[in-house]
């Protein structure tokens, strides 16, 4: 089966530091990656995507970084404030089958 | 547009119940997901509707069970439910039609099973 896992369950970053979370995946042929935030209480928040015909993606304060030799993922924010503690997930997807998710990382950012 | 809603936000069920949940995809989206989320498996993927036909099935039992509306709102029902059924339980919405598998989250219905 899939298999979509995260280097650390846990990180913590100061206020204005920039934060790396990373997520490694086994299928060589997953195509498309996103990486969701989610905050207690809540769904999954779409943060950024990235298809496998790229390396690199830039959003608001966040970038994504695809590896797909070493089939590895990050997401770079930039700017770590106290609004983006949260648990951050990344998803993988193949030809448009269903999506497989790492267990996630929590991100604790310390004012 | 506006977001995925679920509804109902919050239940408490008794063993051997049976529930179902609603789920009202962000307009247009045709494709609707359902998982489950618990502390110790994390997102599980249940099931996914396009056009009111199941699509793709997770490793659940058959007690987990859903449809899709010509609408594209979907349900999903668990029946004779068990302690280990509390969950979030999440779905989310895709447009596929036009190749973006960009997928969407509502906010969840809370499950609660005693």
């Known amino acids: 089966g899939e298999s979509v896992g995260l280097h650390l369950p846990t990180l913590s970053v100061q206020e204005g530091d920039n934060s790396i979370i990373n997520c490694a995946y086994s299928n060589s042929a997953s195509d498309y990656f996103i990486w969701y935030k989610q905050e207690s209480g809540k769904g999954p928040q779409f943060i950024i995507d990235?298809?496998?015909?790229?390396d690199k993606r830039q959003g608001q304060r966040v970038t994504v970084l695809l590896n797909k030799t070493v089939k590895h993922l990050s997401l770079q924010i930039a700017a770590t404030q106290p609004g983006d503690s949260a648990v951050y997930f990344c998803?993988?997807?193949?030809?448009?089958?269903?999506?497989?998710f790492g267990t996630g990382t929590s991100l604790t950012v310390i004012p | 547009k506006a977001g995925v809603t679920q509804t109902p936000r919050y239940l408490i069920k008794t063993r051997g119940q049976q529930v179902t949940l609603s789920c009202s995809p962000i307009?247009?989206?045709?494709?609707v997901s359902w998982y489950q989320q618990t502390p110790g498996q994390g997102l599980q993927f249940l099931f996914e509707y396009f056009s009111e036909t199941q699509r793709n099935k997770g490793n659940f039992p058959g007690r987990f069970s859903g449809r899709q509306f010509s609408n594209s709102r979907s349900e999903m029902n668990v029946s004779t439910l068990e302690l280990g059924d509390s969950a979030l339980y999440l779905c989310?919405?895709?447009?596929?039609?036009?190749?973006?598998?960009?997928?969407?989250f509502g906010p969840g219905t809370r499950l609660t099973v005693t």
């Open positions: 998803a993988e997807n193949t030809n448009g089958n269903q999506f497989y």
């Open positions: 307009s247009g989206h045709r494709s």
């Open positions: 989310a919405s895709t447009d596929r039609e036009v190749g973006h598998y960009e997928q969407y």
């Open positions: 990235i298809r496998s015909n790229m």
